[in-house]
């Protein structure tokens, strides 16, 4: 098996390493490069072309792969590498140097792929693309190349001038990544030594990591090394983590490193987890035509890009791996309104008013909270309530209730201010309910099969259309400007599955209309450039990398008052950065000072937000929960810029909790560790603190929240805590 190295790339502690393998296709290694001296040179596998792409009117891929994966069709048969251009530059949000390294492929039908990878100085990952032409490069490089290298023009430039292909090219599949040969470190099939790590979702219980054996998934290899065997997972729809997270992981037990992607997509994607022979390939990007009815056509002289995939690897495990990813966000906070910097505490009237808010209830409400540290206030759903409706079937018209506010928004929005708080409000910009007076205007909605499409409750603009952006325009920013308000909730609570007509294909008319409703987004920041964004959708269900880069934070969970709350909050540290995680602390006037302090504690693990029946509590409860608000703007600079360490032994159930969790974040010169012990946990167990926290410790325990009858002690490297009763919380700063 003739194969060779072509180029290696050192960015910052990853090694790419391009391979030409015998076939004259390249293939892309990512290798933490502190086990460079640990790899198996040139595994004996046949590895995929970093480009993974199916062409209509091209040969289907073998080995019973029909139905399973388009991966290794007719159309990468055909590729052939042309050259490799280093581009470098400058990253347009940190400022910070930045390599772009781009592989360049064609076929004998006139196609050209463009494969970039790219490298911001600083960062732990890097970020993955690939661009179909339908025609060729204008350059003379249109045969067969030897991969070698061209230091590219330095500006940025992706194509150069492009001769047309003679007619349309019809894409079934385009990957964003592929990456081959795993695991380099083991010449043969790694039995018993690779791990798939995968992250569920679901309404309410949000960033369930699933860790599987590839022997338990069938990922072994067959006798004969030509039958493929491909898990294809992913999400259909306008919810991209409503099944799984935009997330996976391959880990080598036996050599201690984890590869691992994420997808910024606000559309339908996949994952794929490939294997014929001794390695395995992984690879993702948008759902294809097999898996969400994906086709996209591309005229002559035209070209396309895949959204970007983010890639690392590292010798921490999975969890380290998560964090790695999640940094790639970290250089668009800088792009947020100033006042994010201090991750100011939150009120959000949901929980208390339920959908019905008023100029009356949020009077009552404010002048209780007033006092207690609170600076942004949010008026949820139902202000626009038309009289005998409900908040859940009509939104889309946008007109303040002169019921619920007989003196207008703007005598609100000044009591909020008259307060010291920022004011926000809620809007489901693309949905609409069935009581709205534009439900009925179809001529703006999105159809499936030349009909309407709708559930039983909604309907769906067409963000594509010029009316529609024209409308909303008016109702959401014109009501943020009339009425003062700094801060949108912005909420997405359907979905309409697999597409819509418009295009080509079901899948693309979807691809279509989530990017005019990003684009919606991203004109509404530069209309009203210190808008507070929140990002929502029925919770968690669009916490993926890319809307995150365009807002300040997300709603964590629709879990608003649920014992599960800190496990989701904590398994979320996987996915989004803390500091952009708004969790619900829901406070009821039953609440004893247990579950007081319980539902404060869980806030610890991302950003403060509460609700419920602030206006009919005891003193002291008020102090419970002012001690907890105290606390958490001393730990404020770990969760705007920490690292996160898991500890726990909880049993298997997602809301009837048993064991214990422990959260232990360190970060801005500050280390706290949040405890919360569930049903049937040891009266007393040990927390090992990691080496490199323990050293740094000089003062031991000097900040406690904590609920009544739970306790802590520390006692050189371990933490040991005590408790009385179940469900109870502990949280410690360590100095």
């Given at each position: 098996?003739?194969?060779?190295?072509?180029?290696?790339?050192?960015?910052?502690?990853?090694?790419?390493?391009?391979?030409?393998?015998e076939n004259?296709?390249?293939?892309?290694?990512?290798?933490?490069?502190?086990?460079?001296?640990d790899?198996?040179?040139?595994?004996?596998?046949?590895?995929?072309c970093?480009?993974?792409?199916?062409?209509?009117?091209?040969?289907?891929?073998?080995?019973?792969?029909?139905?399973?994966?388009l991966r290794n069709?007719?159309?990468?048969?055909?590729?052939h590498l042309v050259?490799?251009?280093?581009?470098?530059?400058?990253?347009?949000?940190?400022?910070k140097p930045?390599?772009?390294?781009?592989?360049?492929?064609?076929?004998?039908?006139?196609h050209t792929?463009?494969?970039?990878?790219?490298?911001?100085?600083?960062?732990?990952?890097?970020?993955?693309k690939t661009?179909?032409?339908?025609g060729?490069?204008g350059?003379?490089?249109?045969?067969?190349?030897?991969?070698?290298l061209?230091?590219g023009?330095?500006?940025?430039?992706?194509?150069?001038?492009?001769?047309?292909?003679?007619?349309?090219?019809?894409?079934?599949?385009l990957?964003?990544?592929?990456?081959?040969?795993?695991?380099?470190?083991s010449?043969?099939?790694?039995h018993?030594?690779v791990?798939?790590?995968?992250?569920r979702?679901?309404?309410s219980?949000?960033?369930?990591?699933i860790?599987?054996?590839a022997e338990?998934?069938?990922?072994?290899?067959?006798?004969?090394?030509?039958?493929a065997?491909?898990?294809?997972?992913?999400?259909?729809?306008?919810?991209?983590?409503?099944?799984?997270a935009?997330?996976g992981?391959?880990?080598?037990?036996?050599?201690?490193?984890?590869?691992?992607?994420?997808?910024?997509?606000?559309?339908?994607?996949?994952?794929?987890?490939?294997?014929?022979?001794?390695?395995?390939?992984?690879s993702?990007?948008?759902?294809?035509?097999?898996?969400?009815?994906?086709?996209?056509?591309?005229?002559?002289?035209?070209?396309?890009?895949?959204?970007?995939?983010?890639?690392?690897?590292?010798?921490?495990?999975?969890?380290?791996?998560?964090?790695?990813?999640?940094?790639?966000?970290?250089?668009?906070?800088a792009l947020n309104?100033?006042?994010?910097?201090?991750?100011?505490?939150m009120?959000?009237?949901?929980?208390?008013?339920?959908?019905t808010?008023?100029e009356?209830?949020?009077?009552?409400?404010l002048?209780?909270?007033d006092?207690?540290?609170?600076?942004y206030?949010v008026?949820?759903?139902?202000?626009?309530?038309?009289?005998?409706?409900?908040?859940?079937?009509?939104?889309?018209?946008?007109?303040p209730?002169?019921?619920?506010?007989?003196?207008?928004?703007?005598?609100?929005t000044k009591?909020?201010?008259?307060?010291?708080?920022?004011?926000?409000?809620?809007?489901?910009?693309?949905?609409?309910?069935k009581?709205?007076h534009?439900y009925?205007?179809e001529?703006?909605?999105l159809?499936?099969?030349?009909?309407?499409?709708?559930?039983?409750?909604?309907?769906?603009f067409d963000?594509?259309k010029?009316e529609v952006?024209?409308?909303?325009?008016e109702r959401?920013?014109g009501?943020?400007?009339?009425?003062?308000?700094e801060y949108?909730k912005?909420?997405?609570?359907d979905?309409y599955?697999?597409?819509?007509?418009g295009?080509?294909s079901?899948?693309?008319?979807?691809?279509?209309?989530?990017e005019?409703?990003?684009?919606?987004?991203?004109?509404?920041?530069?209309?009203?450039?210190?808008?507070?964004?929140?990002?929502?959708a029925?919770?968690?269900?669009k916490?993926?990398?890319?809307?995150m880069s365009?807002?300040?934070?997300a709603?964590?969970?629709?879990?608003h008052?649920?014992?599960?709350?800190?496990?989701?909050?904590?398994?979320?540290h996987r996915?989004?950065?803390?500091r952009?995680s708004?969790?619900?602390?829901?406070?009821?006037?039953?609440?004893?000072?247990?579950?007081l302090?319980y539902?404060?504690?869980?806030?610890?693990?991302?950003?403060?937000?509460?609700?419920g029946?602030?206006?009919?509590?005891?003193?002291?409860?008020?102090?419970k929960?002012?001690?907890?608000?105290?606390?958490?703007?001393?730990?404020v600079?770990?969760i705007?810029?920490?690292?996160?360490?898991?500890f726990?032994?909880?049993?298997?159930?997602?809301?009837k909790?048993?064991?214990?969790?422990?959260i232990?974040r360190?970060?801005?010169?500050?280390?706290?560790?949040?405890?919360?012990?569930?049903?049937?946990?040891?009266?007393s167990?040990a927390?090992?603190?990691?080496?490199?926290v323990?050293?740094?410790?000089?003062?031991?325990?000097?900040?406690?929240?904590?609920?009544?009858g739970?306790?802590?002690?520390l006692?050189?490297r371990?933490?040991?805590v005590?408790?009385?009763?179940?469900?109870?919380?502990?949280?410690?700063i360590?100095?």
């Amino acid at each position: 098996m003739e194969k060779h190295i072509s180029n290696t790339f050192t960015l910052g502690d990853l090694t790419a390493r391009y391979i030409i393998e015998e076939n004259g296709r390249p293939v892309l290694d990512l290798i933490p490069t502190s086990k460079l001296g640990d790899v198996v040179e040139l595994k004996k596998s046949n590895g995929d072309c970093l480009v993974q792409c199916k062409l209509i009117g091209d040969q289907y891929p073998t080995g019973y792969s029909g139905g399973v994966t388009l991966r290794n069709s007719g159309t990468v048969d055909h590729m052939h590498l042309v050259k490799q251009d280093v581009r470098k530059l400058t990253d347009e949000i940190s400022g910070k140097p930045r390599t772009e390294i781009d592989t360049i492929l064609a076929d004998d039908a006139h196609h050209t792929w463009i494969h970039t990878l790219g490298f911001t100085e600083g960062e732990p990952c890097v970020d993955s693309k690939t661009t179909f032409i339908n025609g060729e490069l204008g350059d003379g490089s249109l045969g067969p190349g030897d991969g070698s290298l061209v230091t590219g023009p330095g500006d940025g430039s992706l194509v150069h001038d492009i001769i047309p292909a003679p007619g349309d090219a019809s894409l079934e599949l385009l990957s964003s990544f592929s990456l081959s040969n795993i695991t380099p470190f083991s010449e043969g099939e790694s039995h018993n030594k690779v791990k798939i790590h995968r992250i569920r979702s679901k309404w309410s219980d949000e960033g369930w990591l699933i860790s599987e054996t590839a022997e338990s998934l069938q990922l072994e290899p067959a006798w004969a090394y030509w039958p493929a065997k491909s898990i294809r997972y992913g999400q259909i729809g306008t919810m991209p983590v409503r099944t799984f997270a935009p997330f996976g992981a391959l880990e080598d037990t036996e050599a201690g490193v984890v590869w691992a992607a994420s997808l910024a997509i606000e559309s339908s994607w996949q994952m794929e987890f490939y294997r014929r022979d001794a390695g395995f390939n992984f690879s993702g990007g948008l759902a294809d035509r097999e898996f969400g009815h994906w086709i996209k056509t591309i005229a002559p002289g035209e070209s396309f890009t895949t959204p970007t995939a983010i890639l690392t690897a590292s010798t921490r495990g999975v969890d380290d791996a998560c964090q790695r990813l999640t940094s790639w966000n970290k250089k668009f906070l800088a792009l947020n309104p100033a006042s994010e910097e201090s991750l100011p505490v939150m009120f959000n009237e949901y929980c208390t008013t339920w959908g019905t808010p008023s100029e009356k209830n949020i009077t009552d409400i404010l002048d209780a909270i007033d006092g207690h540290g609170i600076e942004y206030f949010v008026v949820d759903c139902g202000w626009f309530l038309e009289d005998g409706k409900d908040w859940g079937n009509s939104m889309g018209d946008y007109i303040p209730s002169d019921t619920l506010f007989p003196n207008g928004l703007g005598a609100v929005t000044k009591k909020i201010h008259d307060k010291g708080m920022k004011a926000g409000i809620w809007f489901e910009i693309d949905n609409i309910g069935k009581f709205a007076h534009i439900y009925n205007q179809e001529e703006l909605l999105l159809k499936r099969d030349g009909l309407v499409l709708e559930t039983q409750n909604r309907r769906f603009f067409d963000m594509r259309k010029p009316e529609v952006k024209a409308y909303l325009t008016e109702r959401v920013n014109g009501t943020l400007k009339k009425y003062g308000f700094e801060y949108i909730k912005m909420d997405y609570n359907d979905t309409y599955g697999l597409g819509c007509d418009g295009a080509e294909s079901l899948g693309e008319g979807l691809r279509q209309d989530r990017e005019a409703s990003l684009d919606f987004v991203r004109a509404l920041k530069k209309d009203i450039p210190n808008l507070i964004i929140e990002n929502c959708a029925s919770g968690g269900h669009k916490t993926e990398p890319l809307m995150m880069s365009l807002v300040s934070q997300a709603s964590f969970s629709d879990a608003h008052e649920c014992t599960n709350i800190p496990v989701i909050a904590a398994a979320l540290h996987r996915t989004i950065l803390p500091r952009q995680s708004q969790i619900w602390c829901v406070i009821r006037k039953t609440d004893s000072l247990k579950r007081l302090a319980y539902s404060v504690a869980a806030t610890f693990l991302g950003r403060m937000c509460f609700s419920g029946d602030v206006t009919e509590l005891t003193k002291e409860q008020w102090a419970k929960i002012d001690e907890g608000i105290t606390f958490y703007k001393r730990i404020v600079p770990a969760i705007k810029d920490g690292y996160t360490w898991f500890f726990g032994d909880r049993g298997p159930a997602a809301r009837k909790l048993e064991g214990w969790q422990g959260i232990l974040r360190q970060g801005g010169g500050v280390t706290y560790l949040t405890v919360h012990v569930f049903d049937n946990a040891p009266r007393s167990f040990a927390i090992d603190l990691p080496e490199e926290v323990a050293a740094s410790l000089k003062e031991g325990i000097v900040g406690e929240y904590k609920g009544t009858g739970i306790s802590a002690m520390l006692s050189d490297r371990t933490l040991t805590v005590t408790r009385d009763e179940d469900m109870e919380a502990l949280a410690l700063i360590l100095r």
